[in-house]
């Protein structure tokens, strides 16, 4: 069976991610590498032996192309998806969806009424732990739920940010709620729900940048539990953890550590065999999260079987809303309902 031909467009770091699963996937071929920097591009392009396209519009009419995974920056991602979708190219997008509900409901609604797929890079949604707890909340070991808390506390110094010009813009990038905690306020939505309103602080502490770089918010879910998320680049010297915490009434789990993939506390009134699965001693990594081969093999798997992407747009909107909705509340001072 011949491999899903891909190309990504943004020859940036991530981009290098995505360009080594997909040439160790069996599957998958990468065939085409799109960036606006000539230098960029014949390096990327060099080193994978694909080809390179300074003008993105060429790139989508190769028509040996299945997919397109777009990596250039926040501001970015809408236009080229509906560029890729109208072209009949399968629209992998990293995170954020976009940077706004308008145009990203714009790319969901364009790749549906062309019938490609779109899927958003929420690698997390595949670490086992995670997929864990989501069973064990479906399943009601937790009783009720009384809350839960999603903290991101990581250092992005200045170079990070001047040595790439469009990190910190409002209209390119986003802050650290943007940028950053998406992926684990993503989590905290899945695992808790519908988010009913959200109240808001942010502020531009330590970075020279236009957007955030700490802000927290307080969350009301429609099951009338509560939750909390923090995020800062601010934190000195390195990053220090991401950790993601449910609470209820006959259980409390918390799953931390740099990347949250360590099992700091799994403990439930009632023990099963399948918490034997996710750790035998708490406090022990043991479990490498699979990132974005994860990602990689569902994509593929949604296009040779015609099915859906773990994360499709409709799902990868909601967290958008979520920051949206905590960056209105902390504009306006006032909590930001959803329903």
């Known amino acids: 069976m011949a491999g899903i031909k891909f190309g990504i467009a943004g020859c940036g770091r991530i981009a290098r991610v995505h360009a080594n699963e997909i040439v160790a996937l069996p599957q998958a071929e990468l065939v085409a590498v799109n960036d606006i920097d000539p230098f960029v591009l014949k390096n990327f392009a060099s080193y994978y032996n694909v080809k390179g396209y300074r003008d993105y519009k060429k790139m989508l009419e190769e028509r040996d192309l299945d997919v397109v995974v777009i990596c250039t920056p926040s501001g970015l991602h809408a236009k080229m998806g509906i560029l890729a979708a109208r072209s009949g190219k399968h629209v992998l997008v990293e995170k954020p969806l976009a940077l706004s509900l308008s145009d990203a409901d714009m790319l969901v609604n364009t790749c549906e009424k ?14 086992r732990f995670f997929q864990i707890l989501k069973s064990a909340i479906d399943d009601g070991r937790f009783g009720k739920l009384s809350h839960a808390t999603a903290t991101v506390r990581w250092n992005r110094d200045e170079a990070y940010f001047l040595n790439n010009p469009w990190r910190g813009k409002r209209a390119e990038d ?37 957007t955030e770089d700490v802000g927290v918010a307080v969350l009301k879910f429609g099951s009338g539990a509560l939750g909390t998320i923090e995020a800062a680049t601010t934190v000195y010297p390195r990053n220090l953890e991401q950790t993601i915490a449910v609470f209820g009434e006959r259980g409390t789990v918390v799953i931390g550590g740099e990347k949250a993939d360590t099992v700091m506390t799994w403990r439930f009134s009632e023990t099963r065999e399948e918490d034997q699965m996710v750790c035998l001693k708490e406090e022990a990594k043991c479990y490498m999260e699979p990132g974005h081969q994860a990602v990689l093999q569902d994509m593929v798997k949604a296009i040779l079987t015609g099915g859906r ?31």
């Not at 990868?316 to 959803?338: D, H, Q």
Request: net charge positive; hydrophobic share 45%; aromatic share 8%.
């Open 114 to 127: 062309a019938g490609v797929i779109l899927s958003v890079v929420m690698q997390k949604r595949f670490n």
């Open 309 to 339: 992407p773990v994360v499709d747009g409709r799902e990868g909107r909601k967290a958008l809303e979520i920051v949206l909705g905590i960056y209105r509340s902390a504009e306006t001072g006032m909590p930001v309902n959803f329903r």
């Open 174 to 210: 986003g802050g650290v709620m943007m940028n950053q905690a998406i992926h684990i306020v993503d989590i905290l939505s899945w695992l808790m729900g519908s988010v009913e309103s959200v109240f808001a602080y942010t502020a531009t502490r330590c970075r020279p940048i236009e």
